[in-house]
């Protein structure tokens, strides 16, 4: 079982006792600071993926996740090379037409980022500082 995979496999043993609240990528919140709460219902591993499900239809995919704390008052993974939130617009239909997301890549010291939302990507300070996600 490869990092990933054990990954996974620590995260469903752990629902329903992990921490919920608000996410953060690279030290920047998703939204206003703890303005959502997502709830983690499900989590599996593919090669260096590890695919998170939440509450609301959101997926949060991490590669190569590094350094996962996790229980009730913690969630975080430390490193990764690549993160990718996806979520359908809050109060609109679950559609291919609603469905957004922000990417984010490790690149030697620093990061990038992409998304399909304007909004989201408006000063970004992304940090290697921070931990790839947070949930806070």
Partial sequence: M?????????????IPNVKKGSLRFYGEWFGRPHDNIHTLVSGEAENDCLRLFFDQGETLS???????????????????????????????????????????????LGITSRSNNDFSQRGLKLTLFHPAVEIL
């Fill in 2 to 14: 490869n990092e990933t995979e054990q990954a996974a496999d620590r995260i469903r043993k752990a």
């Fill in 62 to 108: 991490v590669w190569r996740p590094r350094g996962l704390t996790i229980d009730k008052s913690t969630f975080k993974i430390k490193t990764a090379t690549r993160v990718r939130w996806g979520w359908y617009c809050y109060g609109r239909p679950q559609v291919s037409s609603n469905l957004y997301f922000m990417e984010f890549k490790r690149l030697g």
